[in-house]
């Protein structure tokens, strides 16, 4: 035996087998109080490399596989069998702990479980044929459910059925979220993403993170994309498929609120939004996301109707797996509901549609007026002075937190400001003589925003429309509805354009939203 060692050194084939020898990298994730706890995971080796994927769409030149411990989820986009084990950017999910070969080198490891998190950072040396034991503590920086705030993402696409469901709410609870909305969207031809049932029959729920059907549906080019939330039942008027108003009636009868997605910036929300706002007809505008601008907010389309006067609840999400900053990724966005010390789905749904919200890709926000918080109609006689509050939280190196306003009727009222602050605050008094919209507002630079939805003041039982910009948004509201009516006689129209199709549909709403523009006109208010 000895003299075939001797042999074998000789030739270096012995030596190059010990130098190739793979390596074990063992790691555990902790929460803070020690327990086992859902979280993303990217690991890549020392030429940036993550896991190769299957088929080797991410990474076909790793020389490391994926964790057998990694939750994966069969559909990807499009309903296709991607097999979910990792996410687009090359991370997975775990469940408290993995253990992987890989290897002789150095590694990377970042460990992320939303933005209430610090982030755990590490690099490990793996040895041949050694085992490298690494447990991860991860800390909050805020505990927003201690204060009754509670996330969710309004724009998740994954194909489900029963089997999914333990997958899937770890995802969520990978990303800190308690609310997961998985939305089946539609066209004019058909669904994707199908969501095996609606209401209490498909919400699932395990401790303090829950899965809840919706919808993006109708979905259409000239009118925008829709987002219904919280329904008993899915709702789809193929036939009368434009009829947006029809559809968001039935969603209220069932329990459920509606809006329009993308900031209604692309797809001509904003066209959609002219015909239902209008008339009463929307809940929410999904104002923070990464679709259409690499801002994360847009809020020409927001300002606009509320300076009109309209409530509008501010949401976010991801739109997964579409859309993110630098990559697709479940809860990159997020809004808060204010919804107490209980958490349930009933409780979590009247949060929302009171308009306890903000929205949020990363600083956290508290705010009042007269001690009301966000959603809440304020009412005071002409004269009196308004206490406005506003507290903003941001994280050093991860959640970068620059500036705090308060916004009212589109115009900054105060601002405080600081460089990567951890917290800014305003406190003052607001004398007022007529109504008035507020809310506040945190950014850290570009990307990293917040926005809460507002508190509305009524004075002397008035309404809170902009005086200032009252003409302007009539006029805007009325060239978006002229774009509708143009759209009508469009002949060199793509497949899924069909609103010619729909003339009597959208020549009924058309009358209806002028009537009402006419109505405000006249009235100037």
């Not at 030739?11 to 074990?24: D, K, L």
């Not at 490391?64 to 309903?79: C, H, K, L, M, T």
């Not at 990978?174 to 669904?191: I, K, R, Y």
């Not at 899965?211 to 709702?235: C, F, K, N, Y």
Request: hydrophobic share 35%; proline share 5%; charged share 25%.
């Amino acid at each position: 035996m000895r003299a075939i060692l001797v042999v074998l050194f000789a030739a270096g084939i012995y030596g190059s087998a010990m130098a190739t020898r793979e390596a074990i990298l063992s790691v555990e994730i902790r929460d803070s109080n020690g327990k086992p706890t859902p979280a993303r995971v990217r690991l890549v080796d020392s030429q940036s490399r993550p896991p190769k994927s299957v088929g080797g769409k991410i990474a076909p030149d790793s020389p490391f596989g994926i964790p057998s411990e990694a939750i994966a989820v069969q559909y990807g986009r499009n309903d296709a069998a991607e097999g979910y084990l990792l996410q687009p950017d090359g991370s997975f999910y775990i469940d408290g702990s993995f253990r992987l070969t890989v290897p002789p080198g150095k590694y990377s490891i970042t460990i992320t479980k939303g933005p209430e998190y610090l982030q755990w950072n590490e690099t490990v040396e793996a040895g041949a044929g050694r085992k490298v034991a690494k447990t991860a503590r991860l800390q909050r920086w805020i505990d927003m459910p201690a204060r009754g705030w509670y996330s969710a993402d309004d724009h998740i696409h994954v194909r489900r059925s029963p089997r999914e469901n333990p997958q899937l709410v770890r995802w969520v609870a990978a990303e800190d979220l308690h609310v997961g909305n998985l939305l089946q969207m539609g066209d004019f031809w058909t669904t994707y993403f199908a969501q095996y049932a609606f209401g209490k029959e498909g919400r699932y729920q395990e401790g303090g993170h829950l899965l809840s059907p919706g919808q993006e549906e109708p979905r259409t080019p000239e009118i925008g994309h829709t987002i219904s939330l919280g329904a008993e039942q899915l709702v789809r008027f193929q036939p009368d498929y434009y009829s947006y108003d029809r559809l968001f009636d039935r969603v209220h009868q069932l329990g459920g609120v509606s809006g329009f997605a993308h900031q209604a910036v692309s797809f001509h929300g904003y066209r959609g939004m002219a015909l239902n706002v209008l008339r009463g007809k929307v809940d929410f505008l999904e104002l923070v996301q990464f679709c259409v601008s690499g801002e994360g907010i847009v809020t020409d389309h927001y300002y606009r109707f509320l300076d009109l006067g309209y409530k509008l609840t501010a949401l976010a999400g991801s739109d997964f797996p579409w859309c993110g900053k630098g990559a697709s990724r479940i809860g990159d966005v997020r809004f808060y509901t204010l919804v107490g010390k209980q958490f349930d789905f009933g409780a979590w749904m009247a949060a929302v549609k009171a308009g306890r919200t903000f929205a949020t890709s990363g600083p956290m926000v508290e705010f009042t007026v007269n001690g009301e918080p966000p959603g809440s109609e304020v009412r005071v006689a002409k004269g009196s002075r308004l206490r406005v509050k506003a507290k903003a939280w941001g994280q050093p190196g991860q959640v970068p937190l620059r500036e705090l306003e308060i916004v009212g009727h589109g115009e900054v009222l105060r601002k405080q400001s600081g460089t990567d602050a951890k917290e800014l605050e305003i406190d003052f008094e607001l004398p007022v003589e007529r109504g008035i919209w507020i809310a506040a507002k945190a950014s850290g630079g570009k990307s990293v925003t917040a926005h809460t939805t507002p508190v509305y003041v009524s004075v002397d039982g008035g309404g809170w429309s902009n005086p200032k910009t009252f003409a302007q948004r009539i006029a805007e509201c009325e060239a978006s509805l002229a774009e509708v009516e143009k759209d009508l006689e469009n002949t060199q129209r793509r497949m899924d354009e069909m609103a010619q199709r729909h003339r009597q549909s959208l020549g009924r709403q058309l009358a209806e939203a002028r009537a009402v523009l006419a109505k405000r006109k006249a009235s100037g208010e």
